[in-house]
């Protein structure tokens, strides 16, 4: 038996004041583990989430101002910063993914934008100074593309000419990226965090990576999920509905519609460039192969959101389909 699991199981039972039985959970993309168990008679979600690994101390501060700002994000009730184990609220299995469907998306994807919008009014987050999505920032991510995916999932070797080119468009990408308000970002707002409640609405989890960054940011997150496609007319159905939600709240500035809908598909290449990376990086490097399953709906994503944008055009050449060099 693990040793980090057998000092959770006693970690726990020591709160609860009597031996508890711990039923293990699906895991994510991260080094957390989760465990359902019945504390006093409530259900309560145990979370090994190794200290040398996971930002515990983001989650708790996040998870505090979240919470004064109404956002639905589980409670903590217990929190060993040092072992890295917490006790939190459970929300259950229902996952928006698993919801989802084309008579209800209207809904639950705007119970999911309410979120959203609280979660943008945060101006400041207590005892937590959070990144900012920058021009570095962005050139680190956009570098997990070219590194993970075409050097180790491919094995591509690109020439210097495909170098600079590659260079020159992704600098440019994030030139055009940079123009966009910025709000408090979640950075994975999608329906596998997001949870199911019933009467209250949508929970959000995962939320400990937040920074300060783009206004569409999550936006393209939820809408060009990389779980789950919708067709053109119902994404930007959907963006409408967040674009009047904004403008009537006053969050921030935006431009005309048709713009706003551009800077949209502009995140949308950067942040699904970093998925492609991020789910070649869980293959190769953790052994994680399930993600590679994503990449294709990810490179279509890509595909169409460059038809639409000519300035883009050069990195068609470089949405090397999965499995062609390997």
């Not at 600098?171 to 910025?182: C, H, K, N, T």
Request: with cysteine; net charge negative; charged share 20%.
């Amino acid at each position: 038996m693990d040793s980090r699991y057998k000092r959770l199981v006693c970690w726990s039972s020591d709160i609860a004041g009597h031996p508890l039985a711990l039923q293990s959970l699906a895991g994510d993309a991260s080094f957390r583990c989760y465990y359902r168990v019945k504390v006093n008679g409530q259900n309560m979600i145990a979370m090994d989430a190794p200290p040398d690994r996971e930002n515990n101390h983001a989650f708790a501060a996040l998870s505090q101002t979240f919470r004064q700002f109404e956002v639905n994000v589980p409670e903590i009730y217990h929190c060993d910063f040092e072992q890295g184990f917490l006790l939190t609220e459970d929300f259950g299995d229902d996952l928006l993914f698993n919801k989802l469907n084309k008579n209800n998306y209207k809904t639950l994807y705007g119970k999911a934008i309410d979120q959203l919008l609280l979660i943008q009014r945060c101006q400041s987050i207590q005892q937590h100074t959070m990144g900012r999505f920058d021009k570095n920032f962005m050139a680190q991510e956009l570098n997990l593309y070219r590194h993970w995916y075409l050097g180790e999932q491919l094995g591509v070797v690109l020439s210097d000419n495909d170098q600079q080119v590659l260079d020159q468009t992704l600098d440019q990408l994030v030139q055009a990226i940079l123009v966009q308000p910025v709000v408090c970002v979640h950075r994975d707002f999608h329906s596998r965090n997001l949870m199911a409640l019933g009467a209250r609405g949508l929970g959000v989890l995962d939320f400990q990576d937040a920074i300060w960054g783009p206004v569409t940011y999550d936006l393209v997150s939820l809408l060009k999920d990389c779980y789950i496609t919708w067709p053109r007319d119902i994404v930007e159905e959907m963006v409408g509905y967040y674009y009047e939600q904004v403008a009537m709240a006053g969050i921030v500035d935006l431009p005309n519609f048709d713009t706003f809908l551009q800077w949209f598909d502009v995140m949308g290449i950067q942040r699904h460039l970093k998925a492609i990376g991020i789910f070649s990086r869980l293959n190769q490097r953790d052994g994680k192969s399930a993600y590679l399953g994503d990449i294709p709906r990810t490179l279509n994503y890509l595909e169409d959101a460059i038809s639409r944008m000519p300035q883009f055009q050069s990195l068609s050449g470089f949405l090397l389909p999965l499995g062609e060099h390997c």
